[in-house]
């Protein structure tokens, strides 16, 4: 399959789901809105649990890459402010995935509650390798359990930037970050 077939796919896939949610979407649907043939979903993907399972992949491999990406040897905390930037740019970009992320991921027990897990897991790891980063430096009380601390921020990261894109808008994303910074900021010494 292309990759520009794939995109389309993965576009009307988001596109309806973000409206009625994944459960009521039938492969008919999602290929009529992509513009190809039913037959395309089931001989790439089997299903359309199979393709709702590559479009998660794909969208958590996007995010966890820019955030692989922000990471760089700069002052700890900043690194933390440059990942919590990278993560709102990304959510605001990518607002239906986020939605079908975060309505999918606390949803229990969820379709595709395997796959969610491992990406959930993959996103983690990179939050608690810069929160170790931080603690290593001496700015984060001894006390922090930097695994629940790093499930905080990613939990908090995806549901302050969807009420930022559906509540408050005209927000810049600076302000936003700043915000979240804030609440790191009491946290870190």
């Given amino acids: 399959m292309s990759e520009s077939t794939k995109q389309r796919l993965f576009e009307a896939t988001l596109e309806l789901a973000t409206s ?37 992949r794909y969208g958590v491999g996007q995010l966890a890459d820019r955030l692989r ?28 995935f986020s939605q079908i992320l975060v309505s999918e991921m606390w949803r229990t027990p969820g379709q595709w509650q395997d796959t969610l897990s491992l990406l959930r897991e993959e996103i983690l790891s990179i939050v608690r390798e810069q929160l170790r980063r931080v603690a290593d430096a001496g700015r984060l009380p001894d006390d922090v ?4 601390a790093a499930a ?6 995806l ?29 870190t010494r």
């Avoid at 949610?21 to 992509?34: F, M, R």
């Avoid at 990406?69 to 239906?96: C, K």
């Fill in 145 to 148: 359990e930097i695994s629940t």
């Fill in 159 to 187: 549901v302050v930037a969807l009420d930022w894109q559906a509540f408050q808008p005209q927000r810049s994303r600076a302000d936003v970050r700043e915000s979240i910074m804030v609440l790191l900021r009491g946290l």
């Fill in 69 to 96: 990406a922000a990471r760089d040897d700069r002052e700890p905390v900043e690194g933390l402010e440059s990942l919590v930037d990278t993560g709102l740019e990304f959510i605001a970009g990518h607002r239906g």
């Fill in 20 to 56: 009625r949610g994944l459960a009521g979407l039938t492969v008919d649907e999602i290929a009529a809105a992509a513009g190809v043939a039913k037959g395309t979903v089931y001989y790439n993907f089997g299903s359309k649990d199979g393709l709702i399972d590559a479009l998660l």
């Fill in 152 to 157: 905080g921020l990613f939990g908090t990261l």
